[in-house]
């Protein structure tokens, strides 16, 4: 049965979609040709990869860059199970982590709780949003500076950063999602004669859904940004950290490890949203 | 407030609540010597920085370093991006070529490539243009992806049938298709830039002029008026670009037909 997959692999252009046969072996063959498409995907993913991989080894073997500057993928590889053997870099991760944990709960709290009060009521949306607007003009990290003066660089100055990184996004998707609601849907829940909690309960909660979903990768996404920022600028532990000390002792095979490492939690964070997104709102594909 | 009047009025007296009792309980501790105002200093004091650092032509050296490093950054990322966009939407081998690589080099948080740019590149102008056109390009593209895919169907087989030309498609077909995500793209770079701008000044410290510098300067000096200022001036900077791209938007939009 392999060879439909293979064929599909040496001769592109041929599909197969629709083989003659029925019952099981069409399923067989289908998914063959499922796996063989996927192999054909994953095989002309990694030519790019492969030829920066290669330039980059050419480089290191060339000694275009000096490699005090760009070491070798060799070296790189090296370090990196250096690193994963020695456990060294598990307490820095779990650092990083730990600051994203809590920014999110007491940011996104923020952000939530402001983003639905300022949806749901105009006086609260004409007393707060126009000066939450103007202070959201200052891009986070500016504001690190001002919050080391008033938080020193300890612990509280990163949560503070990145709870404010994670709030501003999600409060201003809140709003955003409660100000779409359709109108219809609120008319309908007037006259039905909804009771306030009936109208959070039944409209405004799940019409918000997918904007608490975006709010929330929002907000992972600016927290993940914002932590690496902070703990390069100043922190004692965190990956962040483990990357400027790194660049400091000159150890750029540690840097590139660390971007590394960062980037693969950058996809586990991505695999998790995606996980926690299906589920949810599955429910609204019904209406399609 | 009567049910007469309209729900959102321009100029709405109550937005300026929060920011004058903000100011005035500031004014109170810092008059009243209630706090330390060597951490909390005055806002005459704030005043007063800026009008003697308006006066300094270094100032004025910062923000144009700044802005030039930000548009610089920002146009090369914005073309290379609405390029990787349109050839990763139109063509499925360099989706299958490139897409991966983009994905997940995209997850490396934007932060992490300074440490490596500074070292491969310095840490002058060069890599704080690379880094800001680096941050522009990732939304440019992914919006710009999507515009393109959001082409619909029935425009493209018309254009088969027309017979376009490979510029033709681009230009009478896909821009004109995709410009408002191409756009909320643009935007979105933009606040990318100006944030990568701010960034790249702070971890790339270099004696040069910048407004990042100009608040960095006050950290170290601990002079919090300072800061307070470079906040200002940033902040000021950010909502300019905000409303000359909303402006743009609206002026290159304006050709397609209001949806209601």
């Known amino acids: 049965m392999s060879a439909s997959a293979h ?282 | 407030m009567t049910t007469s009047s309209p729900p959102e009025a321009r100029w709405d007296l109550r937005a300026f609540a929060l920011p004058a009792l903000i100011l005035l309980a500031w004014s109170a501790v810092t008059w009243l010597q209630l706090v330390d105002t060597k951490v909390i200093v005055p806002p005459w004091k704030v005043i007063d920085t800026a009008l003697s650092e308006l006066g300094r032509s270094d100032f004025y050296m910062g923000v144009v370093m700044s802005l030039w490093r930000d548009l610089a950054g920002f146009s090369l990322g914005a073309v290379a991006g609405i390029a990787l966009g349109v050839l990763l939407g139109v063509s499925s081998l360099a989706a299958l070529l490139i897409g991966p690589t983009f994905h997940t080099l995209r997850q490396i948080s934007l932060f992490a490539w300074l440490p490596l740019l500074g070292a491969v590149a310095g840490s002058g102008n060069l890599s704080k243009i690379i880094f800001v056109a680096f941050s522009t390009f990732y939304p440019v593209v992914l919006a710009t992806l999507a515009g393109v895919q959001g082409v619909s169907q029935a425009h493209a087989e018309v254009a088969r049938v027309y017979g376009f030309t490979h510029s033709q498609i681009f230009w009478r077909l896909i821009l004109p298709s995709a410009s408002p995500q191409i756009l909320s793209g643009i935007k979105l770079g933009l606040i990318y830039a100006w944030l990568a701008t701010i960034g790249a000044e702070f971890l790339l410290y270099d004696f040069s002029n910048g407004l990042g510098m100009i608040v960095i300067r006050g950290r170290s000096a601990f002079r919090v008026e300072l800061i307070l200022f470079g906040l200002l001036a940033i902040g000021l900077i950010g909502y300019g670009f905000n409303r000359l791209a909303e402006a743009a938007e609206r002026r290159l939009l304006r050709w397609r037909a209001p949806a209601c």
């Open chain 1, 7 to 288: 064929d599909s692999q040496v001769f592109p252009g041929i599909t197969l979609n629709t083989p003659p046969w029925s019952g099981t072996s069409r399923h067989l063959a289908d998914a063959c040709a499922t796996l063989g498409r996927l192999l054909r995907v994953a095989l002309v993913g990694l030519v790019l990869p492969a030829l920066l991989l290669g330039l980059w080894w050419l480089t290191a073997q060339r000694a275009w860059i000096a490699p005090q500057i760009l070491p070798s993928p060799a070296f790189v590889w090296e370090s990196l199970c250096i690193v994963l053997d020695s456990g060294e870099l598990w307490p820095h991760i779990g650092h990083s982590a730990r600051r994203v944990g809590w920014s999110l709960l007491l940011g996104g709290g923020a952000g939530l709780v402001l983003g639905f009060g300022m949806g749901l009521s105009s006086t609260l949306r004409a007393y707060l949003l126009p000066t939450l607007r103007a202070l959201a003009q200052v891009p986070v990290i500016g504001w690190i500076p001002l919050l080391i003066i008033f938080a020193g660089i300890e612990e509280p100055l990163k949560l503070w950063a990145v709870s404010l990184a994670v709030a501003v996004p999600v409060m201003l998707t809140m709003l955003d999602g409660i100000a779409n609601i359709s109108t219809t849907l609120l008319e309908v829940g007037r006259v039905y004669c909804f009771s306030p909690v009936q109208i959070l309960r039944r409209i405004v909660l799940p019409a918000t859904l997918p904007s608490l979903f975006s709010a929330l990768r929002q907000g992972v996404m600016q927290a993940w940004l914002t932590v690496i920022f902070v703990e390069l600028l100043s922190a004692s532990d965190g990956l962040g950290f483990f990357m400027a000390y790194s660049r400091s002792l000159g150890q750029i095979d540690m840097v590139i490890v660390s971007m590394a490492v960062i980037g693969a939690v950058g996809i586990l964070i991505e695999v998790l949203l995606r996980l926690i997104e299906r589920p949810l709102q599955s429910w609204r594909r019904a209406a399609f």
